[in-house]
């Protein structure tokens, strides 16, 4: 096992060096852009990985509590220090918007942007403890090699994170309003609501079809400890897919015209002039 995590310990955070390199020297890239631009990168290779990883290990279960799969519990190994790495690099890329902002970041200042990295991403700072510190100790020592089947549906919750990431790059680079980031949108709001949203519903409804209840009696037939790791593994979940749709609504819902347009020294509504490159109307 300590080899496995010591893998993981060189590949994410080397994976990250090389690419930030890489984007300086060979593309000229500013130190921000190549900072942030990487860590999502690393992000969405990991993502790739672990759904892999997760589709091979669930259709190779046919038996969903006995059945195992080596990848289960090795790539859950090799994963857990991207947890670790994930902190520091969101921490980088919160830094770096810091000092694209026109922060001081003198030594004395690393407080300051620790706290408001800390308002912003707390929420995810403690998901990725949870992972480290709750999910990889139950997923490697102590399921006692049962559940393999429910390991790789977890593991193809990563699909959606690609296009969070794409996104957030799109976002940084000013294309919001491009072809490309309404379509990755889209995509992004219905792998996030079919692998985070919908996968715990379906993993209930998998254990009921193999004891052979119907999904409403599963939360009363399995321990409580169970019901409450999936609670806390799905709150969260929800709170950002709320966010995700909260900002789809924004970006799909037509725009308000709010330019005036001069005509013979007096200033008309948008809508009212005549315009005759229907191209300059944002």
Not at 181 to 206: A, D, E, S
Request: net charge positive; charged share 15%; aromatic share 16%.
């Amino acid at each position: 096992m300590l080899k496995v995590v010591a893998a993981g310990c060189l590949w994410f955070p080397g994976l990250f060096l090389l690419t930030r390199r890489c984007l300086k020297k060979v593309l000229g890239w500013e130190e921000s852009d190549a900072v942030i631009v990487s860590a999502r990168l690393v992000s969405s290779i990991q993502a790739v990985m672990a759904t892999t990883a997760g589709y091979i290990v669930s259709i190779s279960c046919q038996h969903v509590i006995d059945d195992q799969h080596w990848l289960a519990s090795t790539y859950t190994q090799f994963a857990v220090p991207y947890f670790v790495y994930d902190i520091y690099a969101m921490f980088l890329c919160s830094w770096h918007k810091y000092k694209v902002k026109g922060h001081d970041t003198c030594f004395w200042s690393i407080p300051v942007a620790v706290k408001s990295y800390l308002w912003k991403d707390l929420l995810m700072v403690l998901h990725h403890v949870f992972m480290v510190v709750v999910c990889f100790p139950v997923s490697v020592l102590w399921r006692g090699g049962k559940g393999d089947f429910f390991l790789g549906c977890m593991l193809m919750a990563e699909l959606s994170t690609p296009f969070v990431c794409l996104g957030k790059i799109l976002i940084q680079y000013k294309k919001q309003h491009t072809l490309l980031h309404k379509v990755n949108g889209l995509l992004m709001l219905v792998t996030f609501f079919i692998c985070r949203i919908l996968l715990f519903p379906y993993m209930y409804w998998v254990y009921g079809q193999h004891v052979g209840l119907p999904l409403y009696k599963v939360p009363f037939f399995i321990p409580m400890k169970y019901n409450l790791g999936s609670f806390i593994l799905m709150a969260p979940q929800v709170y950002w897919f709320f966010l995700i749709c909260k900002g789809a609504f924004k970006l799909f819902r037509r725009p308000k015209l709010k330019e005036e347009h001069v005509k013979n020294g007096h200033f008309m509504d948008s809508h009212m002039a005549k315009v005759p490159d229907q191209r300059s109307i944002k």
